[in-house]
């Protein structure tokens, strides 16, 4: 894959302690052309890519750790209805915290 094809953060936030869960860096990607086509796991895939720089294909599946399908119903349904009171998941995924949110964005904390 090459560089060109990943996504950019649209923040990076680098602390210098760890906090409780050990996180450091945070990345935030905007991955609502994901959702918004129903797709939130191949957007949370495309961010994972980017940080890792790793090919989308080459990642474990999201299915071992997150029941994809209720995520993606989950999140779509929040993106394209009330944005009062956003939903967001978090789960942990090889070394990473990925926090999904209704906002349209990925949460990728090392």
Same mark, same amino acid.
């Given at each position: 894959? +090459? %560089?060109?094809?990943? @996504?950019?953060?649209?923040?990076? !936030?680098?602390?210098? !302690? $760890?906090?409780?869960?050990?996180?450091?860096? %945070?990345? #935030?990607?905007?991955? +609502?052309?994901?959702?918004? =086509?129903?797709?939130?796991?191949?957007?949370?895939? $495309?961010? @994972?890519? +980017?940080?890792?720089? =790793?090919?989308?294909?080459? #990642?474990?599946? #999201?299915? /071992?750790? &997150?029941?994809?399908? $209720? @995520?993606? /119903? #989950?999140?779509?349904? =929040? &993106?394209?209805?009330? =944005?009062?009171?956003?939903? +967001?998941?978090?789960?942990?995924?090889?070394?990473? @915290? &990925?926090?999904? %949110?209704?906002?349209? !964005? $990925?949460?990728?904390?090392?």
């Amino acid at each position: 894959m +090459s %560089s060109e094809k990943y @996504l950019k953060p649209i923040q990076v !936030t680098e602390n210098d !302690t $760890a906090d409780a869960n050990g996180v450091r860096t %945070s990345y #935030l990607y905007d991955i +609502s052309s994901y959702i918004t =086509q129903g797709n939130t796991c191949m957007g949370i895939v $495309a961010a @994972l890519a +980017s940080r890792s720089r =790793q090919s989308e294909l080459d #990642l474990p599946p #999201l299915g /071992r750790v &997150i029941d994809a399908g $209720a @995520l993606d /119903r #989950l999140i779509e349904q =929040q &993106i394209v209805g009330d =944005q009062q009171n956003p939903v +967001s998941v978090t789960f942990p995924y090889e070394i990473y @915290l &990925i926090t999904v %949110s209704g906002n349209g !964005t $990925a949460l990728i904390r090392t």
